[in-house]
């Protein structure tokens, strides 16, 4: 499996972004699709979570109402549609493949990682 990240750029705080991530190889319905992202001096926290039939979504209480996840099966792609951002968005996002999710976030590492995609959000 591979995963191409697209869409970072730089945008004001309250602006809106999206991000894509397209999918190449064996994609199983069961798997769970999602962003990670990775703040300058921080470690990589987990973003949002889709099945990738579709069903079940997860989000971190940071993003909660802010951030939108979705997946489109015919084109390949994972998307993270990112609104009322701020200042500590500013982050590498990486999206990742087949990782076990709760509501209390990931419970293993994912097996895939895209290269990230810097967003930076100015204040």
């Known amino acids: 499996v591979q995963l191409q990240a697209s869409g970072g750029g730089v945008v004001q705080a309250g602006d809106s972004l999206r991000l894509s991530c397209a999918a190449s190889g064996r994609i199983f319905s069961h798997w769970n699709m999602g962003w990670f992202r990775q703040a300058p001096g921080k470690g990589r926290e987990f973003v949002a979570a889709i099945r990738w039939s579709g069903e079940l979504t997860y989000y971190a209480d940071s993003v909660k109402g802010r951030f939108t996840i979705s997946v489109d099966n015919a084109k390949n792609t994972v998307s993270l549609q990112m609104n009322s951002l701020k200042a500590e968005d500013t982050a590498i996002y990486y999206c990742?493949?087949?990782?076990?999710?709760?509501?209390?976030?990931?419970?293993?590492?994912?097996?895939?990682w895209g290269q990230g995609t810097l967003v930076t959000v100015s204040s």
């Open positions: 990742a493949a087949t990782f076990s999710v709760t509501e209390g976030g990931p419970t293993t590492n994912p097996n895939w």
